[in-house]
């Protein structure tokens, strides 16, 4: 989005922005409006052919000016959280250059916020959906970029429905398999924004979802996280949609039984719920201009107006939310974010490592000062493919070596269980105390712990 918004402290308060950001790296010059056709290759057959997730359906060539590489737009079987299969597309990007012994390693990207109607999948504009595509095939990567469920594809998309979106960007990965043997199961995630969130729920179910792939590192831009104090702020925002969004979303994943929409919007509210398949976020930013929010939620018991006070949907919303991630999983996840983000407030990541950490998790966070939202990606990239590379080489998380792009970023990494400066954990420990990493020192620079929510649904389908 281009409007300009205010610079953030880092205040709980602030924290109810994080829904609004999802904003980024998607399709340039994408269809928003008015009349719109899909090509053929979009048209999903019926009944879908035989196979588990990552079967692919067909695919077509894609001609790139300057790629690398060749690339190739797929239509792909994933499944539903309720269950049922579907079809996915995105695209599949391969190097020139001759796969190594035991295949392409396998770059996934996980896009941000287009929208939620067919129009706004990334894969349309090809030559505009997957960022740096060429410093990853210049590595020999083999990159791969999920539409998510229902964008280009039958159905509402999920909207930040975690495991939707990681089934997405995970069976993508075993598609491009399905397309060639020279392709490894060794692949990274990395997104952005929402892409980012898509990442910590590919970190969070790959290991069961796809347990003959290893994912062995995952990259979080910016994720949303914190999602119970998105309503106060959004309700007068301009970005009141998301709550549009995040219903319509939620109720589409879960169905109407499991999230009936009529305990979170007033009849109102649901007379509205179409323009989300209309267009893409400029769009709907347009048509709820002048919204009275209020005026289209149901009250809940508690007086306020809040879809997480209500009992079936708090727990809905608390499932979408990476904060509430109880145990740790293998995978070393690296989050990136700006110091002067504009759409997530910078604390959020910062919190959310906290949790993450205080539950064993191996993780790592990189805090540019100064940089925007999308601003950070570009002095990033380079120490974040550095991260990927040693990954995919089989060295522990985290590097030896500290980021770079600018003299003052905050590295943290987590240690016994709080997230440390990095000058704090490589000082050896006095007292043969430390653990996971090797012996380090508590105290330093930590960030905030909090304690996830326990006993919430993972609806995994």
């Known amino acids: 989005m281009s409007t300009v918004r205010p610079r953030f402290t880092a205040s709980i308060a602030a924290l109810a922005l994080l829904v609004a950001a999802v904003a980024s790296l998607g399709v340039v010059g994408a269809p928003s409006a008015g009349a719109f056709t899909l090509p053929s290759f979009y048209d999903v057959p019926n009944p879908l052919p035989p196979g588990g997730p990552g079967t692919v359906i067909k695919t077509e060539p894609v001609t790139v000016a300057g790629l690398h590489g060749t690339m190739q737009r797929v239509m792909y079987k994933s499944k539903s959280i309720r269950g049922d299969d579907i079809a996915v597309t995105g695209l599949i990007a391969t190097p020139d250059t001759p796969p190594p012994a035991g295949g392409y390693k396998v770059l996934s990207w996980a896009h941000g916020t287009t929208g939620m109607a067919d129009q706004c999948a990334p894969s349309l504009g090809a030559a505009d959906a997957l960022p740096a595509v060429n410093a990853f ?33 995970i069976d993508i990965v075993r598609a491009a398999r399905d397309l060639s043997s020279d392709v490894s199961t060794d692949y990274v995630v990395w997104g952005h924004s929402q892409g980012g969130h898509a990442s910590m729920f590919t970190a969070h179910i790959a290991h069961t979802w796809a347990p003959e792939l290893h994912l062995v590192g995952a990259v ?12 106060d702020f959004l309700k007068t925002s301009p970005y009141k949609y998301y709550l549009l969004m995040v219903g319509g ?20 509210g649901q007379s509205m719920l179409p323009m989300l398949d209309e267009g893409c976020t400029d769009l709907l930013a347009e048509k709820s201009e002048g919204l009275d929010v209020q005026s289209l939620m149901v009250q809940q018991a508690d007086g306020t107006y809040n ?28 989050i990136i974010h700006g110091g002067a983000d504009e759409q997530i407030p910078t604390v959020s990541s910062q919190i959310l490592a906290g949790q993450l950490c205080a539950t064993g998790q191996n993780i790592e966070r990189w805090m540019y000062p100064g940089r925007s939202h999308a601003g950070v990606i570009a002095p990033s990239l380079t120490s974040m493919t550095d991260w990927i590379a040693a990954r995919f080489a089989g060295e522990p998380a985290p590097d030896a070596a500290a980021p770079t792009g600018q003299d003052d970023i905050d590295d943290t990494i987590c240690s016994d269980g709080k997230m440390l400066s990095r000058a704090d954990y490589e000082k050896p420990s006095t007292n043969g105390n430390g653990s996971g990493n090797g012996n380090h020192t508590g105290g330093g620079s930590t960030a905030p712990v909090a304690t996830p929510v326990r006993n919430q649904p993972t609806f995994t389908g």
């Open 307 to 334: 879809p997480f006070s209500n009992p079936v949907w708090g727990p809905l919303i608390a499932a979408q939310d990476p904060a509430n991630f109880s145990t740790p999983v293998d995978t070393p996840i690296l």
């Open 137 to 169: 095939l210049d590595k020999g990567w083999l990159v791969t970029g999920t539409d998510y469920e229902g964008l280009g594809t039958p159905g509402l998309h999920p909207y930040i429905v975690g495991d939707s979106e990681a089934r997405g960007v």
């Open 249 to 268: 979303a939620i109720n589409a994943a879960y169905g109407d039984a499991a999230a009936p929409i009529g305990d979170v919007l007033n009849a109102q």
């Open 220 to 231: 979080a831009g910016a994720p949303p996280s914190q999602l119970n104090l998105v309503y």
